[in-house]
């Protein structure tokens, strides 16, 4: 079992950048794939990035491509959101997951563990 804590949320103005963490403890943290997910009010919890167990591969939805970098540093059982160029519409609960999948997955079903989220604030 895994625990997620994230970090790094906060107010910017559209234009701006964050960075999250997500801070990993308990099994080994390079056994987990790990995803980022996001939930605008109202709205469903939607996939944003994720990232294989060594960190060789990534996917991002459309939508953040160009804009957003998941990285991690299994070395600090970390994995990070870096965000530019941020929008009005990136505003929500920021979530960080863990999946035993070998291979990356988007979908929310896949992902055992979750985080209790950081918010996002994107003003115009």
């Known amino acids: 079992q895994v625990q997620l804590v994230e970090s790094g949320g906060g107010l910017v103005q559209a234009g701006g950048s964050l960075r999250l963490s997500c801070a990993a403890s308990?099994?080994?943290?390079?056994?987990?794939?790990m995803g980022w997910f996001r939930q605008a009010p109202g709205k469903e919890r939607e996939f944003v990035a994720a990232i294989s167990r060594s960190g060789g591969s990534t996917y991002s939805r459309d939508s953040v491509n160009g804009r957003f970098t998941i990285s991690r540093d299994n070395a600090k059982s970390t994995v990070y959101l870096q965000m530019n160029s941020l929008k009005p519409e990136d505003t929500g609960v920021y979530y960080c997951?863990?999946?035993?999948?070998?291979?990356?997955?988007?979908?929310?079903?896949?992902?055992?563990?979750w985080g209790q989220g950081t918010q996002v604030t994107v003003s115009t």
């Open positions: 308990g099994r080994t943290f390079s056994s987990y794939a």
């Open positions: 997951a863990a999946t035993n999948n070998r291979i990356i997955a988007t979908l929310r079903r896949d992902y055992d563990y």
